[in-house]
């Protein structure tokens, strides 16, 4: 009798403990509303949930470069603006100091301002975004254009441009080569085509007054065309980035089929479980209680 005793109070035990287990995995499920925590509650759907992770953090990545790349080409956008605004005003300026009739104060007045120009046109491209050049390509530390003795020095950058990943196949350009801007094909850069210019002015030569605006005309084109660029990249990157949520949401959707609980049904199974469990009790206690009676008999 104690045999017997001993081995259906162990079934007993093992029952509870089973239905304790179902209870406190249920109630896990539903305080936390997670399926999976861990690999051991389901394998498939756990690796599943890492591959998923694995593209959702690269996506972020790219999320973050393409916020940071459009924040720097915003900021490339605008300098640019100031760029070919000054260089709309050299060229006006030129045209209002050519003729004959000009003073001698007119024309100088006419090459300060142009000379006022140059220094913000040197100023432009060694434009910075967080401590970097925006025109020094990959240089980036490197200050473009010095000035010495009221030279300007050739272009200190590098020709070698910048490019940043916003997506496994889309890379925009972010550092510039300057000297492509100020120089291009021409012989000589834009800073020394306005020194060109500040002379013929106080001269009050026109030939050279028309072969410096040639060249300002020429500078005006390359920075026109390097603004499109930038306008392009920031087109791409507003289009990258809706992708790149789109990505999210869809990779979010499928780790919580993966990971995530069914309320209803956890609740359910929460309820069943309990119900399980003190019946377990209830029945362990009362086949206790009889198969004591039975051995003192």
């Not at 305080?31 to 949930?49: E, I, L, N, Q, Y």
């Not at 020094?136 to 200190?156: I, L, N, R």
């Not at 300057?178 to 020194?195: H, L, Y």
Request: hydrophobic share 45%.
């Amino acid at each position: 009798m104690r045999v017997a005793f001993n081995s259906q109070f162990r079934d007993a035990l093992s029952g509870i403990a089973e239905a304790a287990k179902r209870l406190v995995e249920a109630q896990r499920q539903v305080s936390s509303g997670r399926r999976v925590t861990k690999p051991s509650d389901d394998p498939s759907a756990a690796a599943g949930a890492v591959a998923e992770r694995a593209q959702l953090a690269a996506t972020e990545q790219y999320e973050r470069a393409a916020n940071s790349t459009a924040a720097r080409l915003n900021v490339t956008d605008s300098v640019l603006d100031n760029i070919l605004a000054t260089l709309t005003a050299a060229q006006s300026t030129a045209l209002s100091g050519q003729g004959s009739t000009k003073s001698a104060t007119e024309r100088e007045a006419a090459a300060q301002y142009v000379e006022g120009l140059r220094t913000a046109l040197l100023s432009d491209f060694n434009a910075t975004f967080h401590g970097t050049y925006v025109f020094a390509g990959v240089k980036t530390t490197t200050k473009p254009y010095v000035e010495s003795g009221g030279v300007v020095g050739a272009y200190a950058g590098s020709t070698t441009e910048v490019g940043i990943d916003i997506s496994d196949a889309r890379s925009v350009t972010v550092g510039f080569n300057g000297e492509a801007i100020t120089k291009g094909s021409d012989a000589k850069d834009v800073f020394a085509v306005f020194d060109d210019l500040i002379v013929a002015l106080r001269a009050g030569d026109d030939a050279g007054i028309t072969t410096a605006l040639a060249g300002v005309a020429r500078a005006f084109d390359r920075a026109t065309t390097a603004q499109t660029r930038v306008g392009v990249a920031l087109k791409a990157i507003e289009t990258e980035g809706q992708r790149l949520r789109d990505v999210k949401l869809a990779v979010g959707a499928r780790l919580s089929r993966l990971e995530d609980a069914d309320m209803a049904q956890a609740i359910t199974e929460m309820t069943r479980a309990e119900a399980a469990y003190q019946a377990a009790l209830g029945a362990t206690a009362k086949s206790a209680r009889a198969s004591l009676f039975d051995y003192l008999g």
